[in-house]
Structures are given as C-alpha cells and as structure tokens.
C-alpha cells in the first residue's frame, strides 16, 4: 500500500511537470524562440529559472555541512552572493552585445573564431553531461530514500521527462519547469527552517544553546576546507557554468540583466542563512539525544 501511495505521489508530480513543460514551449517557433524563449520572459521569471540551475538538489549538503562543521561553512557563501553582484553589476549588462548570438559557442566565434566555437561546444557538451547526469542522480536518490521507491527506476523517470520536455519546449519549457522547481524548494526550505527554530524556541534559544565549538571561524579545523570551497565555487566557476551564461543569452537589456543578479544575490543570501538556521537548529534539536 505504501509503494503504491508513494508510486502515485512520484507519478503526479513528474505528469504535472511534463505537462507544464509542454505547454510552456507549446507555440515555439523558431530557433531563436527555441533556444533563448525569444527573450521576453520576466526578470521574475529568468531569475528564478537561474536560481533553480545554480540552487538544486545538491545544495541540501549545506545544512549537513552546517550540522557538522558549524557556521564556519557559511563562509563559501559570502563570495558567492559577491560573484552575483560582480556579474550584475560589470559581466551581465555587456550580454547585450551579443544579441546576435544564440549559445555560448556563437560568443566565442564571434570573439575568437571558428576554433574558439568548436572547442567551447565541446566542452559544453562534456560539462552538461556531467552536471545533468550528477543532478539527475540526485534528485532521484533523494526521492528513493523519502518514498521507499527503486532509485533506478526514479533516475530513469527522471531522465525521460527533462528529456521530452526539453526536447519539445527548448528553452521555455526549461525556465518554466526551473520555475516550479524553485518555488518548490523555496516552500520545503522556508517550511523546514520555521519549524525547525519554532521547534527549539526560537532563534534565542538556538543560539543560547548551541555548542560553543558551531560557532567557532579561526579555531575551526575545517576553515582550510571552507576557504578553498569559497574561492573555487564562489570566484570565476560561476561565470563558467553553461547555464548561467544562457540566462545571460536571454536577457532583454541592460537594466533586465542587472536586476536578475542583483536579484538573485539577495535570494541567495537568504537562502544560505535558511540553510545554516536549519543545520544549527538540528544540532540543538538533537543534542538532548544521545
């Protein structure tokens, strides 16, 4: 009865998703509109769908770091928030030089040549398979362990409905099931971290009885760690991401462009505190337990 209720739960969501994803990318066109959704989404819209590429289901290893090593993981999180304004402020807006190109391949023959093009779609290419298959794999073994289901058999349904969509939709209907995933995860992380502090009485108690040692930076013996992770995954890799640079592709000015990651620097932000107040709420949560 369980699996069944869980197969019912797993089906729904993954049909809802399919269905929006084709119904967003229904009337695409040509392979402007395929690609890059013609550039009139929203900034709401676009920054969100970022979001979603750059806060999926890897990040729930942050308040699992937070648990275990204490606040001094949030430090790879403050370069990441300045990486977003950075590119706002001084990357983003020259986006719209290159309206004439649709990929990131296009920028670089339009900047270097034919070569530059070839080599950068491969690498794009290795690197999407890379981050895609890792995502893939991730948000099924988080589904397999909360419903009690196969993990194959969720990486393979998975897998099959982000391929027809995409494949139908092209772009729109990529930014529109991003969309869902975000406020998806937004809901679970908001949910999580109210309970979680309501649970323990709040954020004065969660710090009046937080162990001494989660609160520690340069005594931390896991600060190396936290530096090395903050100037890698919070410096020039974000520029890096094929993802990231398509949301560029699509913005539609200057201004669209430097309010989705001024925009989504503050989302960001916000988020990585939600993380850290769930990680340390666990801790005191669980430190009456032995």
Not at 121 to 142: E, T
Request: aromatic share 12%.
């Amino acid at each position: 009865m369980n699996d069944l209720i869980s197969y019912i739960i797993l089906g729904g969501v993954f049909l809802f998703t399919l269905v929006l994803g084709v119904w967003a990318g229904k009337d695409v066109k040509t392979m402007k509109d395929y690609v890059l959704a013609n550039r009139e989404l929203s900034t709401a819209v676009v920054t969100m769908s970022m979001l979603a590429t750059c806060i999926g289901a890897a990040e729930i290893r942050y308040p699992n770091y937070i648990f275990r090593y204490g606040i001094v993981d949030m430090l790879q999180a403050l370069p990441y928030t300045i990486t977003f304004l950075m590119i706002g402020a001084f990357i983003a807006p020259n986006m719209v030089y290159f309206h004439d190109c649709l990929t990131t391949g296009d920028i670089m023959q339009k900047l270097y040549g034919n070569t530059a093009r070839t080599f950068t779609g491969a690498v794009n290419f290795v690197f999407s398979i890379l981050i895609i298959s890792s995502q893939i794999r991730a948000v099924g073994y988080l589904n397999s362990h909360l419903l009690g289901l196969p993990a194959e058999q969720v990486i393979l349904s998975v897998g099959m409905v982000i391929v027809v969509y995409t494949l139908l939709g092209g772009m729109r209907s990529v930014v529109y099931t991003d969309v869902l995933q975000f406020i998806s995860i937004s809901v679970v992380i908001l949910f999580l971290t109210i309970v979680l502090v309501y649970q323990i009485g709040g954020l004065k108690a969660l710090f009046t009885n937080l162990p001494d040692k989660k609160l520690t930076l340069i005594s931390n013996p896991t600060l190396g760690y936290a530096v090395k992770g903050a100037l890698f995954w919070g410096g020039p890799t974000l520029l890096l991401t094929p993802p990231v640079l398509m949301r560029m592709l699509m913005i539609q000015d200057k201004r669209q462009a430097s309010n989705m990651f001024f925009s989504g620097a503050m989302v960001n932000a916000l988020m990585r505190i939600a993380f850290m107040l769930i990680g340390l709420s666990t801790v005191v949560y669980f430190s009456g337990f032995s």
